[in-house]
């Protein structure tokens, strides 16, 4: 059984900079497509990144492209968000879901991810 936990999250000013982690346990994540969501107060949870169980795709939500690069180190079974150029609007409680679809296709944050972590809290203020 898969488990994921994520890391990395905190307090930063706004242009700042966070890197997120989703570390796998239980199974190998290069069985995986891994992605990360996040929820705001208030707002329905919303896709952030996905990236492929090969690594050679990737799917961006509009919001970050340009700011945010996902990509995945299956020697450390780990996924990683680093986020540049932190806006207000980025704070949220990020979470990865994995799933063993080969691709993230273009719509994969209506797609059932089967396993998820329990979220790490960004806060982007002043």
């Known amino acids: 059984q898969l488990q994921l936990v994520e890391s990395g999250g905190g307090l930063v000013q706004p242009g700042g900079s966070l890197r997120l982690s989703c570390v796998g346990f239980?199974?190998?994540?290069?069985?995986?497509?891994i992605a990360w969501f996040r929820q705001a107060p208030g707002k329905e949870r919303e896709g952030v990144s996905c990236?492929?169980?090969?690594?050679?795709?990737?799917n961006y939500a509009d919001f970050v492209k340009g700011r945010f690069t996902i990509s995945r180190d299956d020697a450390r079974n780990t996924v990683t968000l680093q986020m540049n150029s932190l806006e207000p609007g980025d704070t949220a409680v990020y979470y990865c879901?994995?799933?063993?679809?080969?691709?993230?296709?273009?719509?994969?944050?209506?797609?059932?991810?089967?396993?998820w972590g329990q979220g790490t809290q960004v806060t982007v203020s002043s």
């Open positions: 879901a994995a799933d063993t679809w080969a691709v993230c296709g273009r719509y994969y944050y209506t797609a059932p991810f089967a396993y």
């Open positions: 239980g199974s190998t994540l290069d069985n995986y497509s």
């Open positions: 990236i492929s169980r090969s690594g050679a795709g990737t």
